[in-house]
Structure formats: C-alpha cells, structure tokens
C-alpha cells in the first residue's frame, strides 16, 4: 500500500493578502498548499501563507528541511511568501525549484529579483538554504514514487498546472488560469449561463479522475464580465471541468480578494447547485486556511 | 440551559470557552465547553468525552485549544471527520462549523470576545 498523502491549504486567497474579520474563515493568505508525503515535502506556490508553512516546519522537529517548491507562475502573490520562509535561511535546509522545461531559468530570476534590496533587505543571495534549480523533462518529472506531470495555463505572462500522481491517486493543482476564455462554446455559454461549458480536451484529459482538484474560481458569473483577460476563471466554470473531467473532489480556490467569506459561501453554493443540475458526483467546495486532506 | 452537560469533569463551566453543541447523535442535544488544551472524542473509555455509537471509533477526533483558535485532527478514525461535509485530517474551526463524524454532528461555537 502506498504511503498517504497529506494537502493543507496555507493560503487561499487570490490577488492580495485579506487579513480581517470578514475573510476569517477562508483566510487571507495568498496561494499556498502543502503536499506532504512521507518525508517529501511539496510546496505548490509561494503566497503568503508560505511564510505559516515554514514556521509550522520548523516545530515539526526535522533535523534538515527539504522542500520541492512548483510555481504556477511568478505573480506577486504566488511568490511574495518567499522572503519570509524561515527555513530558507536555515545553512541546514535544501530547496528545490522547478522550472517547467529543460533551459529555462525564470523561477528563479524572479525569486532573486524580488529579493533585490530596492524591494527586501536581505538579498536571494544571503540565504542560508542550499537552493538548486530542477527542470522538467517533456512536461514530466519523477520525485521518489510520484509523479508530476505539468501543464500550460492560461494566464497573462503564462502560468501552469501541476497534476501530482502516486499510488493510484491523483491530486491537481491548477491555479491562475482563465478557463472562461478556453471555453470551445464560450459564446454560447456567455448567453447561456445554464449550458455546459466545454473545456479543451488536453485540459479535461490532464485533470481527468483526479481524487482532488485545487482550481482558480475567483469570480461569479455575474463578476466576470468586468474582468475578462484578468486570468481567472468563473467559479461555475471550474464546476462544469470537475464535472467534464470526473474529478471527485474539487476545491475552489484563489478567492477574490474582494469577497467576504459569506461571499464565497454565495459562490461556492452556486456552483455546488449547478454540479447538483447537472448530476454530477464532485464534491465541490471553497479551499480554506487550515484544513487538511489525506488521500 | 436545558440539556447543557459539563462533560469535562472538575473545571468551571461559566469560563468563556469555545463549545461543541452535539445537535445530533447519542445524547444529544447537549452542548459542552472545551477546557482541556486537548479534548478526545470517541467512544472508548479513554476518551474525554465518550459517546455511545458504534460508528465512532474508541478515540476518534481530537479538539485541541490554542488560544481562541480550536483545531481538530482525526485520530486515523475507521469512519473519519468531516467538517462541513469535506473528511478532513485536520481543520481549523470557526463559528457554525458542523464537524460529523458517524451518526454525531457537533456545531462549533468560539468562545465570546
């Protein structure tokens, strides 16, 4: 039996840090989730809620901290966490980061330059960690028993997905990506809020059975007209690629910043009604700081 | 208030603590604070707050307090947590979350500012 895997969301937010009261129980913190397996730690993004990540590694006892860290892209708030994880200024500690093709070296340009002392007192440079640059092989790349495998977004200077694959289980980590503008009937479904939106073949094959899908639904539908080639998607459109790609646990992720949590509980009980329309089996519901999932 | 139950013995209940109100399930309704740091739910003796269901394990979940915040962790429970219908290893709380775990449904309420 293969080992199980933990995923804990340290930060859900999209765009900008929300602290206060009325994002409490989704939390303000920006994109991070935490796979954990075994002794492999996966970091999916570099937000905000990077920073809680680090500090709850470090009480959690390990002699030497290693840390695999996969980017969706290099937006403000997928990296801004960086500067601020403890361990990365541990001599002790090991990261790695992945750059998603053989010769590219943009993860970590970006991550130097958001460290340059006109934005960060302490240069990339200072760090104490051991950081070594990881590519992707064809899209794929091996990390003991797992597998992953990324994916093109669509998103303002590029973004991508990651699918995580172990022992029959399958975890999809697919923020910042405007899926609206994939949509091969996009301006029926713009019409007609109630048709299905179809998605491309190559992304419903790429998140197709996965036990959990972690996917961008910033906007209502009602929002995202104002918003279109921002790059991010409506949150009824993420429910319709669960639906199309046989997901069975979505979580709806990359909340706006502008949304209260009873906002997103609007939004997530709008698309957990659409999904019910449309007999789906997905569990969907809204990613939140704190909880933890073992598969 | 009628069906309020001090379950964890030998500590004040008028302590402005966060409490579980078992709304469903054996014993309920009743409602209980949590005053341990940790507070152990199943229904084996050794749990701190033991209810009779054979759904639940002997220690199924635990409550745990840290300041104001209430966290829970499934103790590798057979039938597992679920925190607002999503099983869940461990979970942060808030207000008027439902935590069900066999045929018992808590809903948690923060302790009073």
């Known amino acids: 039996m293969s080992e199980p895997a933990f995923v804990r969301f340290w930060g859900t937010r999209g765009s900008i840090p929300t602290p206060g009261h009325k994002t409490r129980r989704f939390g303000g913190n920006t994109s991070c989730v935490e796979i954990r397996v075994g002794d492999l730690e996966l970091v999916c993004d570099g937000g905000t809620g990077l920073r809680e990540l680090g500090l709850d590694l470090l009480q959690r006892g390990r002699q030497k901290i290693e840390a695999h860290f996969f980017f969706s892209h290099m937006h403000w708030d997928h990296i801004q966490g960086f500067p601020f994880f403890v361990p990365a200024y541990g001599p002790d500690s090991e990261l790695f980061v992945y750059e998603t093709s053989a010769g590219d070296d943009r993860v970590q340009k970006l991550l130097h330059g958001q460290m340059r002392s006109e934005y960060f007192p302490v240069e990339f440079g200072d760090l104490g960690a051991r950081i070594t640059a990881r590519h992707?092989?064809?899209?794929?790349?091996?990390?003991?028993?797992?597998?992953?495998?990324?994916?093109?977004?669509?998103?303002?200077?590029?973004?991508?997905?990651?699918?995580?694959?172990?022992?029959?289980?399958?975890?999809?980590?697919?923020?910042d990506s405007e899926l609206d503008l994939l949509l091969e009937n996009r301006e029926q479904s713009l019409a007609d809020r109630d048709v299905l939106r179809r998605l491309p073949d190559a992304l419903v094959g790429f998140v197709e059975g996965a036990d959990l899908l972690i996917a961008d639904g910033q906007y209502t539908d009602d929002e995202?007209?104002?918003?279109?080639?921002?790059?991010?998607?409506?949150?009824?459109?993420?429910?319709?690629?669960?639906?199309?790609?046989?997901?069975?646990?979505?979580?709806?992720?990359?909340?706006?910043?502008?949304?209260?949590?009873?906002?997103?509980?609007?939004k997530i009980q709008g698309a957990t009604a659409r999904l019910e329309r449309l007999g789906a089996k997905t569990l969907l519901f809204g990613a939140r700081e704190g909880l933890e999932l073992k598969f | 208030m009628a069906g309020d139950v001090a379950i964890?013995?030998?500590?004040?209940?008028?302590?402005?603590?966060?409490?579980?109100?078992?709304?469903?399930?054996?014993?309920?309704?009743?409602?209980?604070?949590?005053?341990?740091?940790?507070?152990?739910?199943?229904?084996?003796?050794q749990a701190n707050v033991t209810i009779d269901s054979a759904l639940l394990s002997r220690r199924h979940v635990v409550f745990r307090r840290n300041g104001p915040e209430v966290t829970l962790s499934d103790l590798e429970s057979a039938n597992g947590v679920y925190v607002n219908g999503v099983k869940a290893h461990s979970a942060v709380l808030h207000e008027g979350d439902t935590i069900q775990i066999g045929d018992v449904v808590f809903v948690l309420h923060e302790a009073p500012a």
């Not at chain 1, 797992?146 to 172990?166: D, K, M, N, T, W």
């Not at chain 1, 319709?240 to 992720?253: I, N, P, R, T």
């Open chain 2, 8 to 45: 964890v013995a030998g500590l004040p209940t008028s302590r402005r603590l966060p409490t579980l109100e078992q709304v469903r399930g054996p014993g309920a309704p009743r409602r209980f604070g949590l005053a341990l740091a940790e507070t152990v739910v199943g229904r084996g003796t």
């Open chain 1, 224 to 266: 995202y007209p104002k918003k279109v080639g921002w790059g991010h998607a409506r949150a009824n459109t993420v429910a319709d690629l669960a639906h199309q790609a046989g997901v069975k646990q979505c979580a709806v992720f990359h909340h706006d910043p502008m949304h209260s949590d009873e906002l997103v509980d609007q």
């Open chain 1, 136 to 175: 992707f092989e064809q899209d794929v790349v091996s990390l003991g028993s797992i597998r992953v495998r990324c994916f093109e977004q669509r998103h303002p200077g590029r973004s991508f997905a990651y699918s995580f694959e172990l022992g029959g289980k399958k975890i999809v980590y697919a923020t």
